[in-house]
């Protein structure tokens, strides 16, 4: 894993970017905000690499992750000075995803991260 020009971004084996966001907020929802020229380097990198991946640490209780087609659905490409991402789970349920823009229609694990990325590595052999 090697650290990109921007703060929390970085790339995987060399050819699969991942942005980090973290929230030390013990109890949900959890609300992690994204500026514009975030937002624009996930777009950049997405067309570079054909893929970007979104980690959401959330404290200790796990880290859902989502691709840019994912996070399009939340947060979609008219970007804002500042947009957010919310992020709630019930006690043993998965996280339920939401932005400015729309739902995930999905819930998501908290191992979705170590999923998307064993998933997209395999893609490429």
Same mark, same amino acid.
């Given at each position: 894993?090697?650290? /990109?020009?921007? !703060?929390?971004?970085?790339? /995987?084996?060399?050819?699969?970017?991942?942005?980090?966001?973290?929230?030390?907020?013990?109890? #949900?929802?959890? *609300?992690?905000?994204?500026?514009?020229?975030? !937002?624009?380097? %996930?777009?950049?990198?997405?067309?570079?690499?054909?893929?970007?991946?979104?980690?959401?640490?959330?404290?200790?209780?796990? %880290?859902?992750?989502?691709?840019?087609? !994912?996070?399009?659905?939340? /947060?979609?490409?008219?970007?804002?000075?500042?947009?957010? *991402?919310? %992020?709630?789970?019930?006690?043993?349920?998965?996280?339920?995803?939401? #932005?400015?823009?729309?739902?995930?229609?999905?819930?998501?694990?908290?191992?979705?991260?170590?999923?998307?990325?064993?998933?997209?590595?395999?893609?490429?052999?």
């Amino acid at each position: 894993m090697s650290k /990109l020009e921007m !703060q929390g971004f970085y790339l /995987l084996n060399g050819n699969l970017p991942l942005y980090i966001k973290y929230s030390r907020s013990r109890k #949900g929802p959890r *609300v992690f905000n994204f500026h514009r020229e975030h !937002q624009e380097c %996930i777009r950049m990198l997405a067309e570079r690499y054909a893929e970007c991946l979104v980690a959401f640490v959330c404290d200790s209780d796990g %880290i859902p992750a989502v691709n840019y087609g !994912q996070l399009s659905n939340v /947060l979609d490409d008219k970007f804002h000075e500042q947009e957010a *991402v919310s %992020i709630r789970r019930k006690l043993n349920e998965m996280y339920s995803i939401s #932005g400015k823009d729309g739902v995930l229609s999905s819930k998501i694990s908290r191992d979705s991260l170590a999923i998307l990325t064993r998933s997209l590595n395999s893609s490429d052999t």
